[in-house]
């Protein structure tokens, strides 16, 4: 039986009136690919944001391998192991694809890069990922140039950067063509067969379906279902949640 990697014991978050995330309760399994699914609305992003210090919960637990890191600053649980992307690519436009690579892998790091600084083993892995992503030919161009698919595999080898045990990726398949997500998905099973931990956000249910090991399913802020793809693909409540049945 896997153990666990990331856990949360009664996260809550608030928005006004609105409960985004309800009490949630989870545990992610280390070493596979797990999915976080459910309705538009369900508090699937407010709940990644609030483990990984982007927001701060009203309430509950977050602990990642046993440590404590409720409220921890985002890079705080970056340090501790924990990478992630975002459902709109965070990426500096105006930027080559090199240097957004290399912004984010040390302390002041854009700054360092603006003032032309560089680190030659830096550089080195940037472009070795950026080939393992297939858009090392990109290098010297700026983000902007690139499509919006690129742009998320460069977000992901951004992520690869910090070498992260565990890879929360929000709506990886979103706006991208077929052929990038089957890449992306390529990609994760590849990463996942070494060792790395996945969770992922997606809509994209073919693609979730064929990538996880385990799937949770949210609505209205909270788990309703949990087990492997086949499992939760035929619970009644997740059937109720997505089409009101």
Do not use: W
Not at 158 to 177: F, K, Q, S
Not at 218 to 237: H, K, Y
């Amino acid at each position: 039986m896997s153990t666990r990697s990331l856990e949360t014991e009664g996260l809550t978050k608030s928005f006004g009136g609105v409960h985004a995330v309800n009490g949630a309760s989870v545990a992610f399994q280390d070493g596979k690919i797990n999915a976080l699914i459910g309705p538009n609305g369900s508090g699937k992003t407010t709940f990644f944001n609030c483990v990984t210090g982007m927001i701060r919960a009203d309430s509950g637990r977050v602990s990642y391998r046993g440590d404590d890191v409720t409220g921890a600053a985002p890079h705080r649980i970056a340090a501790a192991g924990i990478g992630r992307s975002f459902q709109l690519c965070r990426v500096f436009p105006r930027m080559t694809v090199l240097d957004n690579m290399l912004v984010g892998v040390r302390p002041q790091g854009l700054l360092h890069r603006l003032r032309g600084g560089h680190n030659a083993g830096d550089i080195a892995r940037a472009r070795q990922l950026l080939g393992r992503v297939g858009i090392d030919h990109l290098e010297r161009s700026e983000a902007r140039d690139i499509s919006y698919g690129q742009q998320k595999l460069l977000e992901l080898a951004g992520v690869l950067m910090t070498d992260p045990e565990t890879i929360m990726l929000d709506e990886p398949a979103g706006g991208v063509n077929p052929a990038l997500i089957g890449r992306l998905g390529t990609l994760v099973r590849e990463l996942n067969a070494e060792g790395r931990t996945f969770i992922i956000v997606e809509h994209n249910m073919e693609m979730v379906m064929s990538l996880s090991h385990h799937v949770v399913v949210f609505d209205r802020g909270a788990p309703i279902a949990e087990g492997d793809p086949a499992t939760v693909q035929n619970d009644p409540r997740v059937l109720e949640a997505y089409l009101g049945v």
